[in-house]
């Protein structure tokens, strides 16, 4: 953790902070950061401002801090990845990296070459998303969290978008690709108000799914020869966005 992240209601009005002996920032602080009366670190509440805390006393194994807000978010970029449902293991490497550079939006969607399953994991309970998300953004040292939402199907993302107008669509397809995506933001009209990606599962995409792509106004992009794991080219992909957008 960079940064820590707390809930507005763990706060009150003077700043204080108290935490549990098993809450795991309690753990992290004494095990990893050997906090001690007096020791402040890089803090911060979940979609509000950043600043410092300082813990104040120790007492069975619980924590008090004191909290002093100094600054407000850091934002969230204007891009959306569209992301196909894969093993919960590469989706939470996804959520976490991606939030980590600043995506905004996720929408999680289940694909005709997935497996069905994927939908009813435990690790898409909103809880267990959050928890990820809120790795990611400790990481950034940002306080933002992003949407995520899931739908049923491709169809139903792209329906879910309500994209401006303006926006860049790309979807990364290692087979009929008509560009690289790096060559496609050398091409695209600058000032763009929001960028979507759109990456499949582990098996990629199905020919309607291609088709359905294609009419919604989304270029087919590579990211090269290389057949990559959804994790790779999702955060590869969004990370050439990005810099296409001038952001980094």
């Known amino acids: 953790m960079n940064l820590i992240l707390f809930n507005t209601d763990e706060i009150d009005n003077s700043g204080r902070i108290k935490l549990t002996e098993r809450d795991p920032r309690t753990v992290h602080m004494k095990k990893i950061l050997k906090a001690d009366i007096g020791f402040s670190f890089e ?8 600043g410092r805390a300082t813990v104040s ?4 194994g619980e924590l008090t801090l004191n909290f002093i807000p100094e600054s407000d978010p850091v934002g969230l970029h204007p891009i959306t990845l569209l992301l196909g449902l894969s093993r919960p293991p590469t989706v939470k490497k996804v959520l976490k990296e991606a939030t980590a550079l600043g995506v905004s939006r996720f929408i999680l969607f289940g694909t005709e070459n997935g497996e069905k399953s994927y939908k009813n994991s435990n690790a898409l309970k ?67 108000p929001h960028t979507i990606l759109a990456v499949g599962s582990e098996r990629g995409w199905t020919d309607r799914e291609r088709v359905r792509l294609r009419n919604s106004g989304f270029t087919l992009c590579s990211l090269g020869p290389r057949v990559l794991r959804t994790e790779t080219a999702s955060i590869a992909g969004t990370a050439l966005c990005l810099s296409g957008m001038g952001i980094i």
């Open 43 to 50: 803090a911060g509440i979940i979609n509000g401002k950043q």
């Open 126 to 192: 909103p809880d267990k998303i959050l928890d990820v998300l809120i790795e990611g953004v400790q990481q950034a040292v940002c306080t933002q969290i992003p949407e995520v939402s899931i739908e049923h199907s491709l169809r139903c993302a792209i329906e879910a978008l309500a994209a401006p107008q303006g926006t860049l669509m790309q979807a990364l397809d290692n087979y009929e690709a008509v560009m690289s995506l790096s060559e496609y933001w050398r091409n695209a009209a600058p000032g763009a």
């Open 57 to 60: 006393a120790i007492k069975d």
